[in-house]
């Protein structure tokens, strides 16, 4: 296996993989269990003061299926800890104490400035690595934290300051993705004294109605809620806002990335955008902590076949490649390629290509295939993306100056 330690803020992690502050990080007994496993740190549970009870809804849950795939999302409406501050912070000594080279991340939450700073000296003392500030839950239940917060870059900014006074640790802002540039309270985290960035929490959603009650899922008793929603259709969104701030030269901070991660793939595409630390939730939640062996190896296999000796020579690799649409070389086209001797016949590429493509493909009926029309092809290649046989369909350059032709109009 390759070497994955990355410095993260100065803080040495064994390898990029972490759990992220949610219900996979609840108690040392699981953390524990994690980390024997291989993971390489934690994003520790939101811890509050308790002075506002936590109790959360019952159930807290509700997976999100896609047809015949399962929980390929995941809406909860479980908020921060509800165990005794006390408690976490011994859960937190204990880990220091039994997994001296595992880092330990206290995510913490205050509903007041005096209880943020209390909160990150408290984590501090209990032998924390770095805090984490919870800008970004997006289901309290408590007026004035969480995403209300973090939707509030004034305070972002100066409950950022005031934890970053209180510890002499690093702080790192946990970001919102239920907004529109996440670049600009992360500015204000870093006006606030911020050292990194974590990014997202989970988006503030609906997953499903009960057709016969009527009520959103989870059903508490009769009522459903917007909540936060994560797994991996919300990867696509984590992804933008990533890139978004590692392209940003007047942030200049690390990023650890969270949102729908479950595979190496996964994580080393967070990596290429700019991520150096890697957080998992949904991911741990279906298939459990031993997923974090497939990511060491995967990426460990990665580097060795590209020649990359450090974690950190991936980071942001990608980013320069990352523009915007107006950029494009449009002087240069394309069509989709068939290799039709492994074609089945089944006709999905027809039937797409009329109903939400270039009108580009006819039907041989006798032998079962498409016909293409070259000049028609828009080379959208949703062909490509519904072909039950893998890699049949390909994207062909076409020599520079080839115009598409546009269809004639039907005439009256």
């Not at 109790?55 to 165990?83: F, T």
């Not at 580097?303 to 974690?311: H, I, L, T, Y």
């Not at 028609?376 to 994207?395: G, K, N």
Request: aromatic share 8%; glycine share 8%.
């Amino acid at each position: 296996m390759k070497d994955l330690s990355i410095d993260f803020c100065g803080i040495k992690f064994m390898n990029p993989f972490m759990l992220s502050s949610s219900p996979v990080s609840n108690c040392a007994e699981m953390i524990a269990r994690a980390f024997d496993a291989g993971w390489g740190g934690v994003a520790y549970k939101t811890l509050g003061t308790q002075v506002e009870k936590i109790i959360h809804p019952s159930p807290r849950l509700n997976k999100y299926n896609n047809q015949a795939c399962r929980m390929v999302g995941l809406q909860n409406v479980e908020q921060i800890s509800d165990r005794p501050l006390g408690h976490n912070l011994k859960d937190i000594k204990w880990l220091k104490k039994h997994y001296p080279k595992h880092r330990v991340v206290a995510s913490i939450m205050g509903f007041s400035n005096k209880e943020w700073e209390i909160l990150g000296k408290a984590a501090e003392d209990a032998g924390a690595d770095m805090i984490e500030l919870n800008f970004s839950c997006p289901h309290m239940a408590i007026e004035g934290s969480g995403s209300k917060v973090g939707q509030a870059f004034d305070l972002v900014e100066m409950f950022t300051e005031t934890v970053k006074k209180a510890v002499s640790i690093p702080v790192m802002a946990k970001m919102t993705p239920n907004i529109t540039d996440m670049n600009e309270p992360a500015m204000y985290a870093k006006k606030g004294g911020a050292d990194a960035i974590s990014a997202i929490n989970t988006l503030s959603a609906i997953t499903e109605i009960g057709l016969d009650d009527l009520v959103p899922k989870p059903n508490v008793f009769g009522k459903g809620a917007t909540s936060g929603y994560s797994g991996p259709c919300v990867k696509p969104v984590a992804l933008r806002f990533m890139a978004d701030m590692a392209q940003n030269p007047d942030l200049g901070l690390p990023i650890s990335g969270i949102g729908g991660i479950e595979t190496w793939i996964d994580a080393l595409e967070f990596l290429l955008l700019g991520a150096s630390t890697i957080q998992v939730t949904t991911g741990i939640i279906h298939y459990g902590y031993r997923i974090v062996e497939d990511m060491i190896e995967g990426l460990s296999d990665y580097m060795e076949e590209k020649g990359f000796s450090s974690v950190s020579e991936i980071v942001g690799r990608a980013l320069p490649n990352v523009h915007h649409t107006d950029e494009f070389d449009l002087s240069r086209q394309g069509v989709a390629e068939y290799d039709l001797d492994r074609c089945i016949g089944c006709g999905q590429c027809y039937i797409i290509c009329q109903d939400g493509g270039g009108q580009a493909l006819s039907w041989d009926a006798e032998n079962r295939r498409p016909v293409m029309d070259e000049d028609r092809c828009l080379s959208c290649m949703a062909c490509s993306f519904i072909c039950p046989v893998e890699d049949l369909i390909h994207y062909k350059e076409m020599p520079k100056g080839w115009v598409r032709h546009d269809p004639e109009p039907k005439e009256d």
